[in-house]
């Protein structure tokens, strides 16, 4: 058995080398400024009922999601919902099957948990579609959870609902639950579809957040939703690691959730002209391997000649711009670039992106 994780090499990658000037690094909508939320002074408390959920924030989260509030499990952002969903589902030794790229704390989370970590690939040249056939081999009597995420980090790609369900019949083969990260789902905005929870409540738990479609980051409003039972063992977990969230941050979600309606359009403007430059910057680029782009605010191009590494050391030392390289998610030869930013760091980012590519030779 390989050794437990103890941090995220990719987090702290993000946390003290991805910023630039021209950041196309971190994913998420550029952040909302407090100005934009229409919050009065009045609906800020520093303290409150905030035991096991507070109450307000539970009954909105758990409307939008359709589900009943003894479902919703607040959490500080998908990362701690993360954790806390992976706690409740695997012991130590038990078998963590987790797609291959993926968002790389996901795994590093299961294994600090004790769990040992098999994987399922998703491949470029499919689109990085879930191949159930390639979750059926990899699937064990010892595989108490198979996780994913919807849309895919790093390509974005959909999970349609016929493969969810296929791959939640073959996890129920051997008891197993699915965990589906669907922090970018909502991405797809009128175009969403229900969370995964509702296929089938007993075997898919699904975590989220309004950090990275909403520009609310700062919020750190996340949630799980999972069958009531498996709700209160997380709760219970919580207690161990963050007890009660900042109060502040309650109230100031409650707000955003109650004006999400503008939020959300401003996101998606933002993002359906953002996704319309890099389409064409991609289009303009033969050494760039990369399907069109669909939803989401990440692309997961594939460099076809030369060196990944080259390219990123080159864009953040001579051109103040900052790409994710591939080989955090294990594919050394692409990159991530993320378009919820600015246009204006956008198109900059893009023309600097250019000028690295070219001058790889
Ligand atoms: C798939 C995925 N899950 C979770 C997270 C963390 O989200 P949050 O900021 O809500 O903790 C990220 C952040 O990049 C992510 O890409």
């Known amino acids: ?16 080398r991805s910023q630039a000037r021209f950041n196309l690094a971190s994913s998420g909508v550029a952040e909302l400024p407090l100005a ?55 012991e130590p030794g038990d078998e963590a099957l987790i797609e291959e790229p993926v968002y790389g704390p996901l795994v590093d989370a299961a294994s600090y948990l004790g769990a040992e970590i098999r994987r399922f690939p998703l491949r ?21 959870v198979v996780v994913l995420s919807n849309l895919h980090n790093p390509s974005s790609a959909l999970v349609d609902d016929e493969t969810l369900r296929r791959v939640g019949a073959l996890a129920g ?11 970018y789902l909502e991405a797809l905005f009128e175009r969403a579809p229900r969370s995964a929870f509702h296929l089938d409540p007993e075997r898919f738990v699904v975590t989220s957040s309004l950090t990275k479609v909403y520009g609310l980051g700062g919020l750190r409003c996340g949630w799980i939703l999972a ?28 707000v955003a959730l109650d004006h999400l309606e ?35 605010m990440i692309a997961f191009p594939r460099l076809r000649r030369g060196s990944v590494d080259a390219l990123c050391r080159s ?31 956008l198109a900059g980012g893009l023309e600097r992106l250019g000028a690295a590519l070219d001058g790889l030779g």
Request: charged share 25%.
């Open 315 to 345: 864009l953040r030392e001579k051109h103040e711009t900052t790409v994710v390289p591939g080989r955090f998610f294990g594919r050394a030869e692409h990159f991530r670039v993320s378009y919820g930013c600015r246009p204006e760091t």
């Open 124 to 144: 470029s040249a499919d689109g990085f579609a879930v191949d159930p056939a390639e979750v059926e081999k990899a699937l064990s009597a010892r595989t108490r």
């Open 36 to 90: 934009e939320l229409p919050v009065r002074l009045e609906d800020l408390e520093l303290t409150g009922p905030s035991f096991y959920g507070y109450p307000p924030l539970q009954e909105r989260l758990a409307s939008r999601a359709g589900v009943s509030a003894d479902c919703v499990v607040a959490a500080t952002g998908t990362s701690m919902a993360n954790h806390l969903a992976l706690a409740a589902l695997v």
């Open 1 to 16: 058995m390989s050794p437990r994780a103890k941090g995220s090499e990719y987090m702290e990658w993000a946390k003290t």
């Open 173 to 183: 083969r051997v008891g197993a639950r699915v965990l589906v990260d669907e922090v």
């Open 227 to 254: 069958d009531a039972a498996s709700a209160r063992r997380m709760w219970r977990l919580n207690d161990l690691f963050a007890s009660v969230p900042a109060h502040p941050a309650e109230r100031l979600a409650v």
């Open 262 to 296: 503008p939020i959300a359009a401003r996101a998606k403007a933002l993002l359906d002209g953002n996704r319309a430059a890099l389409q064409r910057f991609f289009d303009g680029r033969s050494d760039l391997e990369v399907g069109r782009l669909g939803a989401g």
